[in-house]
C-alpha cells in the first residue's frame, strides 16, 4: 500500500495546562513539540501502520520548518513539494484539563502551493491520494489538489478527502466546498459531527466516515449504514486521532482505524 497525501506540514506545539486557565498570569503546563499537519499526520499514520507514504506540501526555509521536516522524514515519509524563503506554519494545539482542545494555526505557505508546482511523478504508484480538507478552503493549493487528484486518479489511485473543520467551512461557504467536492468525485470521504453540520449535506463520496469522537465512527457505504464503537483506552490527548483514523480506515480498513485513533489519543501529539 502506497499512500500519498497533499496539504501541511506545520511544527506542532502541544500545551497541556496543568489545571484551570489563569487569565493574566502563569498557567502550569506541559509542552510537546513535533512535526504535524493533517496531511503530515496521516503519512506518518500510514507508515506506521505498515504502508510507504508520500507528503506533498509547500513549505518554509526557517528552522521551524527544518524541525517538521526532520521529524516527519524520521518516520519514513517521502517528503516533496517547493521550498520557499518564509516561515513555516506552526499549529499551537491548548488541552485544557477537561481534555478539551483548542488549536491556534499559522499554516505559513502551504495554502500557497500552486497547480504548476505539482509535479506528476510525485503520484507514481500510489495507490490513494488523501486531500487535506484545508487544502480546499485555502488559497491555490485547492487548484493544485485538483490536479492532483486527477492525476492520481488517472493512474488508478483512489482518492479520499477529510472535511476538517467546521469553521473553516463555514467561512469559505458550504456550497462552495460541495462544489469542490463534486469535482473531486472523492472515492472515502471524512468528517466530523460538526463538519458535516457546517457543509449541511453529505458529501457526495463513495464511504463517508462520520467521526463521533469517544462515541466511535459511522461508515456509510453501499446504501447501508455500519457503527463502530471507539476502542478503550487512556485518553491522554485527542489531537490527531481523526488523522490516526484516516490513515489507519486507508491502509486496512475501519478496524485498523480504530486501533490507530485509540494509540494515538493515549499519547501525546499527533504524530505516531
Same mark, same amino acid.
Given at each position: 500500500?502506497?499512500?500519498?497525501?497533499? @496539504?501541511?506540514? %506545520? $511544527?506542532?506545539?502541544?500545551?497541556?495546562?496543568? &489545571? #484551570? /486557565? !489563569?487569565? *493574566?498570569?502563569?498557567?502550569?503546563?506541559?509542552?510537546?513539540?513535533?512535526?504535524?499537519?493533517?496531511?503530515?499526520?496521516?503519512?506518518?499514520?500510514?507508515?506506521?501502520?505498515?504502508?510507504?507514504?508520500?507528503?506533498?506540501?509547500?513549505?518554509?526555509?526557517?528552522?521551524?520548518?527544518?524541525?517538521?521536516?526532520?521529524?516527519?522524514?524520521?518516520?519514513?515519509?517521502?517528503?516533496?513539494?517547493?521550498?520557499?524563503?518564509?516561515?513555516?506554519?506552526?499549529?499551537?494545539?491548548?488541552?485544557?484539563?477537561?481534555?478539551?482542545?483548542?488549536?491556534?494555526?499559522?499554516?505559513?505557505?502551504?495554502?500557497?502551493?500552486?497547480?504548476?508546482?505539482?509535479?506528476?511523478?510525485?503520484?507514481?504508484?500510489?495507490?490513494?491520494?488523501?486531500?487535506? @480538507?484545508?487544502? %480546499? $478552503?485555502?488559497?491555490?493549493?485547492?487548484?493544485? &489538489? #485538483? /490536479? !492532483?487528484? *486527477?492525476?492520481?486518479?488517472?493512474?488508478?489511485?483512489?482518492?479520499?478527502?477529510?472535511?476538517?473543520?467546521?469553521?473553516?467551512?463555514?467561512?469559505?461557504?458550504?456550497?462552495?466546498?460541495?462544489?469542490?467536492?463534486?469535482?473531486?468525485?472523492?472515492?472515502?470521504?471524512?468528517?466530523?459531527?460538526?463538519?458535516?453540520?457546517?457543509?449541511?449535506?453529505?458529501?457526495?463520496?463513495?464511504?463517508?466516515?462520520?467521526?463521533?469522537?469517544?462515541?466511535?465512527?459511522?461508515?456509510?457505504?453501499?446504501?447501508?449504514?455500519?457503527?463502530?464503537?471507539?476502542?478503550?483506552?487512556?485518553?491522554?490527548?485527542?489531537?490527531?486521532?481523526?488523522?490516526?483514523?484516516?490513515?489507519?480506515?486507508?491502509?486496512?480498513?475501519?478496524?485498523?482505524?480504530?486501533?490507530?485513533?485509540?494509540?494515538?489519543?493515549?499519547?501525546?501529539?499527533?504524530?505516531?
Amino acid at each position: 500500500m502506497f499512500v500519498c497525501a497533499l @496539504g501541511d506540514l %506545520l $511544527l506542532d506545539v502541544v500545551v497541556r495546562l496543568e &489545571g #484551570a /486557565r !489563569a487569565s *493574566g498570569d502563569d498557567t502550569p503546563a506541559s509542552t510537546h513539540v513535533t512535526a504535524g499537519g493533517q496531511a503530515a499526520n496521516v503519512t506518518a499514520w500510514a507508515v506506521a501502520l505498515g504502508a510507504d507514504a508520500r507528503l506533498i506540501a509547500k513549505r518554509g526555509d526557517d528552522g521551524a520548518s527544518a524541525l517538521a521536516e526532520a521529524e516527519v522524514t524520521a518516520r519514513g515519509v517521502q517528503l516533496v513539494g517547493p521550498v520557499v524563503p518564509a516561515a513555516g506554519g506552526i499549529v499551537v494545539s491548548v488541552v485544557d484539563d477537561s481534555g478539551e482542545r483548542s488549536m491556534l494555526t499559522d499554516r505559513g505557505p502551504s495554502s500557497l502551493l500552486r497547480a504548476d508546482e505539482i509535479d506528476v511523478r510525485w503520484l507514481r504508484g500510489c495507490d490513494v491520494l488523501h486531500v487535506s @480538507g484545508y487544502a %480546499l $478552503l485555502h488559497g491555490p493549493i485547492a487548484e493544485a &489538489g #485538483a /490536479r !492532483a487528484a *486527477g492525476a492520481a486518479r488517472a493512474q488508478g489511485a483512489r482518492i479520499s478527502v477529510d472535511l476538517a473543520t467546521a469553521r473553516g467551512i463555514a467561512d469559505f461557504g458550504a456550497d462552495r466546498l460541495l462544489a469542490r467536492l463534486e469535482q473531486l468525485a472523492p472515492d472515502v470521504a471524512f468528517a466530523g459531527e460538526q463538519e458535516l453540520g457546517a457543509l449541511g449535506d453529505e458529501p457526495h463520496a463513495t464511504t463517508l466516515v462520520v467521526k463521533h469522537g469517544a462515541s466511535g465512527v459511522t461508515v456509510v457505504r453501499d446504501g447501508g449504514r455500519e457503527e463502530h464503537a471507539a476502542l478503550p483506552t487512556d485518553v491522554v490527548d485527542p489531537t490527531g486521532a481523526g488523522d490516526a483514523l484516516a490513515a489507519g480506515f486507508l491502509v486496512g480498513g475501519i478496524e485498523l482505524g480504530l486501533e490507530a485513533a485509540a494509540r494515538c489519543v493515549s499519547q501525546v501529539g499527533a504524530m505516531p
